[in-house]
């Protein structure tokens, strides 16, 4: 799924409901009255954990920030409070929840990431445009499934199908593969022009990281559609298991 | 401020807990009992049972008997059509609406027969902190226990019902999540948890992780229509397919209590008898051995649908079963040897059942109560939604807008706008579930935006809120981003109770509050009459009987005691609380001089025998 653009606030302050305090946009508790502040239209999910904008995150300290943040917004400490407080603590945990779950996955903080920087990985312009780099692959892969489906509606023998669409599938997998270490050294790249504070350097990484992560979204909906054939081949086209969803 | 207390309202048994003096505890009855079963049945004069008295009404007044209700919380008619021809009590509702439930000539809905239970350990607690010479014993709020894979109609239904039976829910909790605080208390360590629950009615699978004495779920699965009641229907087949005739309703009952006594028994021995006694439907009775051998080649294919909601909770957890530190057992199904064996196969080590299975967790959800009302920060529970939540689009597609195994609270947006010029209005359909089709998924509820000022079709940008809060329970809001104008939205739930319908419930429940009162101070004068009858016949069938009527009575005296049993007795069918409780006294009273001697008598044959230095 990709998310909607997230609106970046244009205000940078948020005030605080209970004392009327102004609060620095990535503050979680009044500096005054150190009552919890309700969200506003924040949109950076680093800047929310106290993170830089890398791509590197070490996951134990991701985590140990979580559960941190997690005892001081969470619900069930402000049964107590006041209603203002309540509606903050619920909406400020929901927040810190998705936030997790979007800097917790590899790909998804790199979704994050393009967002906050105003270059999301959404197709606004002709969404099925096939990326450059895929077509070769797509040709393949459109011709196979066609002839696949023919042979099906023949009567062919499943077995001998299945066979053909494993086949057809590695080359995907490949692609996917060789995508996801050209990621990573993208995303190394990225943290190195950060620290740098390289302008030029930060704006090319993140070209080159949209561009790839279209073509994953495209990637991840080949085989989407080789294992929607699959299923319609019979219950054990696939293995015995479902795959994980990411 | 009244009481708090932690709740489990269970398929088969419903029990309450509360924390004292920092340790949780269940709460039983004068006999030392915690469960109380979840039937509920209507007297003849409109009285309502609940628990042991109900369920032994399902021999004897059967359709007007209900239990397993769990089944039918938050669902429709369609739902539950097929199951609700094995039942003794009356199934209807509008066909897409609430199930209805008819006990003689009434009808009820799912919430409120959960009502009653809770009131009746409602009840319980606030009789136990009354006689602890607790100056506050009311007990107005609860945290009540659900099956993680409740969905949200299934949550607003238990909601409706604690506040049916004046309780304020203070939280929704999972049963898996609330049985794993239970055994957190005494390991503060870290480790990946899987918590198996298998009930009287439902099935779930939850897989945790535990640090710093934050439980966190990491993906929960399972199923709402599988657990002990699908293994006792098996038995009954068996049973039911020696008898080619129709059967009547008690004996289906009496059935059913005799397959789950062998159930029990089975979970001991290697071989068990079923055994009915002789009654109308089946004047030579029956009996019937199974060998343990026989009952698991006949729920093996039962306890294997387990497996898969396992198998998927793990794969979306990403972990392999090796990867689990511990597997706790939940649910009193879980006694069954064949569970544990196979849950311990796939996790490749024994799997924990330390706290009674029935008991844990109302045990967690005391704990849980406790944290939310003293504040303690020891302990965080950070559950998930089991369901993805979606909207319908364009040709009845799902759009998923929350997606399954979410860590709760959790929110999502999405935005709309209209199809035709000046369109003031937006129809929005909720749905839970994993399928592609708006049509597999579970219907929540529709939703009509109003008041979108007029503009050009495709201008408004009104954003959608959906939030779903620690109990898992969504909400929606909306505003039209270009003119910040909040929109209200009608909420027709699709099936569960309106806010209108819960309110006028309220209010009839009053009004029958009085009447449920009385038959309960009916109970238990009836339960005391019983106990002095049968003291009083044990006495008079004694072997010396005679003699002592003879040498110690009065004359007179034993007529006089002989005519108070006979008074009693015939008060004892009706009620009138009132002369029950008068003639027990006036049994008791006569009989007071009988029990003397007998007394007596009994110490004298005691120390009859034995030397002075002995005494």
Redesign the interface.
Known sequence: MTPEPIPVSAVSTLECRNCGAGAPMDEHFCPQCSRILSIGRHGDYFAFFGLPRKLTIAQADLERRFRDLSRRFHPDYYYNASPTERLASLERSSYLNDAYRALRNSMSRIEHLLAIEGMPATRSDGATKVPPALLEEVFALNEELDEIRELREAGTDPAQLRARLDTARKPIELKREEHERQVESLAAEWDAHFDKNDPAGKHAALEALRERLLERNYITNLLATIDREAGILGPDAKGPEPEARG | MGKVVGIDLGTTNSLVAYVRDGAPEVIRDGAGDALVPSVVSLGEDGTIFVGREAQRRLLTASSRSVYSVKRFMGRGLDDVRDEAAMLPFRVGGEPGGVVRIGLGDREFTPPEISAFILRELKQRAEDHFRERGEFDFEVDRAVVTVPAYFNDAQRTATRDAGRLAGLEV??IVNEPTAASLAYGLDRKDRGIIAVYDLGGGTFDISILKV??G?F?VLATNGDTHLGGDDVDRLLMDLVLAQFGREIPAETIQAIRKAVIQAKWDLSDLEEAEIRVDPSPGIPDGFRRRISRIEFEELIHSLVERTMQPV??AL??A?LEPSEIDEAVLVGGSTRIPLVRRMVGELFGRTPHSEINPDEVVALGAAVQAD???S?R?EM???DVTPLSLGIETMGGVVS?II?RN??????G???FTTGVDNQTSVDIHVLQGERELAGDCRSLARFRLRGIPPMLAGLPRIEVKF????NGILSVSASELRTSIAQTIEVKPSYGLTDEEVERMLIESFEHAQADFDARLIIEAKNEAETVITATEKSLRRPDFAEIVARDLQPGERERMESALADLKQVLGGTDRDAIQEKTHALNHATRHLAEIVMNRSVREALAGRNVEEI
């Open positions: 203070l939280r640090e710093d934050v966190q198998r998927q794969a979306d990403g944290i939310l009302v504040g920060r965080l529970l950070l998923k997606l979410s860590t709760i609270p959790a929110s947006r999405e935005m939030q779903i809060d620690a």
